[in-house]
């Protein structure tokens, strides 16, 4: 509710002709919210999307199969003139930023992930 409360009244509307969710106990309202379609107007913004989650699939899907035919032309092999990703316009600033954030760790042996996952564990 605290993300799009609008958005959370239309889908109730929509989905279950419920027009006052307030007249409900609120346990009722989280399971008729949970139970909402992926693609309802609350999950995908709740998401980060900006689409649904089928159109962000199929944009996904397109920009990858548009870096793999550049990638087999001579400024893909060269490393240039790369194509932009239609699916990044579809996703919001909040949500492409939290993901950003997030460190990617590489390892060069199994030893050295197992000895990086032990550590992982005791600090928790």
Avoid: Q
Wanted: glycine fraction near 4%; charge should be negative.
């Amino acid at each position: 509710m605290n993300v799009d409360e609008d958005a959370l009244i239309c889908d109730f509307v929509e989905t279950y002709h419920i027009y006052d969710y307030r007249a409900l106990p609120a346990r009722l309202v989280a399971k008729l919210a949970a139970g909402l379609k992926d693609s309802s107007r609350i999950k995908t913004k709740v998401s980060g999307l900006v689409v649904s989650p089928d159109t962000f699939l199929l944009a996904s899907i397109f920009d990858i199969v548009n870096l793999l035919l550049w990638s087999r032309t001579e400024d893909g092999e060269k490393g240039r003139n790369r194509p932009a990703r239609i699916s990044a316009n579809m996703v919001s600033e909040f949500a492409s930023e939290k993901i950003n954030t997030h460190e990617t760790l590489i390892f060069d042996s199994a030893e050295e992930f197992e000895a990086a996952r032990e550590r992982f564990r005791r600090d928790k």
